[in-house]
């Protein structure tokens, strides 16, 4: 089980694919430091949206993408619509290059961005509720955040031993039992 996108904004209707660094060139080129774990994406974007954070609700764009190439390492150079030179690329460093979410890449089998198992009902396999998950950490170790009715935290790792099923369908996940693990 793996979750995606480490920097995307939670609340954000956007996801997030990327922060561009500084104009590249003096012909407009942006140079864009992948934040996607599919860093693949930013060569395949048609059109893109500007966030001034990855919490942003509000974008500028949509900015058509004329070329993108990969840089180095997780560097992209990307070429936008409108933006032909330097001085026009300056006011761009430091913001967020974004999709709408529902344009967001589809995911292999038991991988999940992030953001959206905020709000899930937890289940233990027997079908009781044990509360719902309020957050998540992502470290080395995927945390999800669990808050029982009386508002209790537990921290579960998100690994199939312990959560052994995910259905997006009905925003639920199961997490198995183990001893000490949400207080018995």
Do not use: C
Request: aromatic share 8%.
């Amino acid at each position: 089980m793996e979750l995606l996108s480490k920097s995307e904004g939670k609340n954000s209707p956007y996801h997030t694919l990327g922060k561009i660094i500084s104009p590249h060139s003096l012909q407009g080129a942006l140079k864009v430091h992948s934040l996607s774990d599919l860093p693949e994406r930013l060569l395949e974007l048609d059109e893109v949206f500007l966030l001034t954070d990855p919490d942003a609700e509000q974008a500028k764009g949509p900015f058509y993408v004329e070329d993108a190439q990969h840089f180095k390492g997780k560097q992209y150079l990307i070429w936008l619509e409108g933006i032909e030179d330097r001085t026009a690329a300056d006011p761009l460093a430091k913001l967020f290059i974004a999709v709408p979410a529902e344009d967001a890449p589809e995911l292999p089998e038991d991988t999940f961005y992030a953001r959206d198992l905020i709000g899930f009902e937890v289940i233990n396999p027997d079908g009781t509720s044990l509360g719902h998950v309020s957050q998540l950490i992502q470290s080395h170790q995927d945390l999800l955040v669990i808050t029982t009715a009386d508002g209790t935290e537990h921290w579960v790792p998100f690994v199939k031993e312990l959560v052994p099923d995910v259905d997006v369908a009905q925003r639920r996940l199961t997490v198995a039992p183990l001893e000490g693990l949400l207080g018995s």
